[in-house]
């Protein structure tokens, strides 16, 4: 189907039809018709395109004469019909991805599923008049080239055809950008452990009604991991069935909603270590690193299924004064704990 697998006012869908042979005739048939739905005069080429009017299951066949026996149909595509186009997918990459800082550049890139549209970026319901750009008819980049304290917040993009200006697509889902001036103290920040394969992420400010955001840095760089505005002056940041994949060094910024819209700076990095839990692997051990201070948890273990293991050793004592307690199992499969950067466990 071109350009889309879909009908939709002001969209001209077409059906092609591919053969192996020169000068045959195609025949376009629809689930439940009894008819073939167009039957075109013998083409010199190998294919021949039907105009699509109507959802529902097609597919195509072909014969070498007007009289000739027709071919085995071909697979089925099902074509829908949409009150409105689907919506774009709207990206942003690199730097576009961290917490931001007054004056950085962002650019954020609209992708819609067929070429040849008109594009708008939205923060909430105002339209966003910005520079734009594009390399390719399904894509157009936004450039906000110097964001300020106030432009942080939800961004979304649509679409519309060019016969069709009042049809506009769905909403894309939302990309959320999160400015810092760092001028507000930085948030504290401590792991807590959770029955299972779980650990809790606790980030604690000094106002309320603030908005959050877990930052996770690895080897792809530094992004904002998620947000969350709870209504006090803390944000539980949750990471479940924890594996490989979550080793990275986390922190969190919080920034004020109210203007002047002031930001944080970032807490105290954490380092989630993980070893062995990967593609199917029973053993192994999480660890997170922090800097040195008070006693924050102790190590707990976990079964391979994800289980809680009871902790079966006193405390261990760690330079800095942290404090870990080690625990063994019957799958002596998971070891996890607190332990000081400058230390080894």
Known sequence: MAPVSWITPGLKTTA???GVLRGVTFLLRRE?????LEVPEAQEDVEATFPVHQPGNYSCSYRTDGEGALSEPSATVTIEELAAPPPPVLMHHGESSQVLHPGNKVTLTCVAPLSGVDFQLRRGEK???VPRSSTSPDRIFFHLNAVALGDGGHYTCRYRLHDNQNGWSGDSAPVELIL???TLPAPEFSPEPESGRALRLRCLAPLEGARFALVRED???RRVHRFQSPAGTEALFELHNISVADSANYSCVYVDLKPPFGG???SERLELHVDGELAGHQRGRARVQ???GPPVFPLFPWASDGGALGLGSAPIAYPGGEQAIGGRGSGDAWNFGLFPTDASP
């Open 16 to 18: 092609v039809c591919r």
């Open 32 to 36: 439940g018709d009894h008819e073939f």
């Open 127 to 129: 339209e966003l008049l």
């Open 180 to 182: 810092s001036d760092e």
């Open 219 to 221: 080897r792809g760089g």
């Open 264 to 266: 944080s700076a970032p």
């Open 290 to 292: 922090c800097p040195s």
